[in-house]
């Protein structure tokens, strides 16, 4: 079974700065993938980036970036230069092959300040 | 634009009555699921199904039933609804390896008094 831990149920930040949102997880599966999801205010869940467990080079979607250290299970998420937009619920995930589902983190409510 | 379509968005129903949460996707995906979302518990898998009348419990299936008729279409049932069931429902499609993950509709919030 996998397991995803958000250990930070909040965080804040403020505008233009940038804010790192964290994220373990532990799978006994080789091969697998990790998601970041946002979840702002009107709920509708949109993917946020992406990264394939067999590559090496971390996945960056314009400010946004991750920091995926495999032998650590860690999967943190950057966010650069953040903007008002920004703010939401972020949630963790992982999927591997021997499954159907993905499996989710607890999430982390991101606040950003003027 | 593909997506997947929850038909309320907001929902108030009494104890014991039967409720019925409808998902309908665009996009010829196999697998559908439903989550229930929870402050500080995140999501957690209620049913998903990979293919047209085929459905597998998920984490918290105790309360639900599902139905897959059609391929575009997923139901959630809550056979007597009960005041614990109050929560937001989240429902996604995927192809048949998630590997692109999800595809989320915006939600139902039911309340059940």
């Known amino acids: 079974a996998q397991t995803v831990t958000q250990s930070q149920p909040e965080m804040s930040v403020q505008e233009a700065e940038t804010v790192t949102l964290s994220c373990t997880y532990d799978?006994?599966?080789?091969?697998?993938?990790l998601f970041w999801y946002k979840q702002p205010p009107s709920r509708q869940m949109i993917l946020v980036i992406r990264?394939?467990?067999?590559?090496?080079q971390n996945a960056t979607e314009n400010r946004f970036s991750v920091n995926f250290q495999k032998a650590a299970k860690s999967f943190s998420l950057k966010i650069s230069d953040s903007q008002l937009g920004d703010a939401a619920m972020y949630f963790c995930a992982c999927y591997s092959n021997s499954g159907y589902a993905l499996n989710f983190g607890k999430g982390t409510s991101l606040l950003v300040t003027p | 634009d593909v997506k997947v379509t929850q038909s309320s968005r907001y929902l108030v129903k009494r104890t014991g009555e039967k409720v019925f949460l409808e998902c309908v996707q665009d996009?010829?995906?196999?697998?559908m699921f439903w989550y229930r979302q929870d402050p500080g518990l995140g999501l957690r898998l209620i049913y998903f199904s990979y293919d047209v009348k085929m459905k597998e419990k998920g984490d918290i299936p105790e309360g639900y039933s599902v139905s897959r008729e059609k391929k575009e279409r997923f139901s959630l049932i809550l056979e007597s609804a009960s005041t614990n069931q109050t929560s937001m429902y989240l429902c996604a499609s995927s192809p048949q390896g998630a590997y692109y993950g999800y595809t989320f509709g915006s939600g139902t919030r039911l309340t059940v008094v």
């Open positions: 996009m010829d995906h196999e697998n």
């Open positions: 799978t006994s599966e080789s091969d697998y993938y």
């Open positions: 990264q394939e467990a067999y590559k090496q």
